[in-house]
Nanobody, 115 residues
């Protein structure tokens, strides 16, 4: 069974940083895409960042230049480094993978940016 466990969310002041982690219960070599989505109250879920199995990266327009996605193959983990956080980054952040043609989601980790 595929499980994704997110961690690293919390409360941070504007301009601060957080690093989210998503640990997969499977070897990430078998994953075609790993990424992060977010959903704020009253809004649709949106792509934050994705990482393909050949290293290709994609970012949402609102986070380009501030967020960085990366992975640690040895730990079967994908990370999202978030810098220069803004109040509008406040949302529930979900880990997302595509594995053998199926999509899997984590339960989410809350990020709140507020002074």
């Amino acid at each position: 069974q595929v499980q994704l466990v997110e961690s690293g969310g919390g409360l941070v002041q504007p301009g601060g940083s957080l690093r989210l982690s998503c640990a997969a219960s499977i070897n990430i070599f078998g994953i075609s895409v790993m990424g992060w989505y977010r959903q704020a109250p009253g809004k649709q879920r949106e792509l934050v960042a994705s990482l393909g199995n050949v290293g290709n990266k994609k970012y949402g327009d609102s986070v380009k230049g501030r967020f960085t996605i990366s992975r640690d193959v040895a730990k079967d983990t994908v990370y999202l480094q978030m810098n220069s956080l803004k109040p509008e980054d406040t949302a529930l952040y979900y880990c997302h993978i595509v594995y053998k043609g199926s999509v899997y989601w984590g339960l989410g980790t809350q990020v709140t940016v507020s002074s």
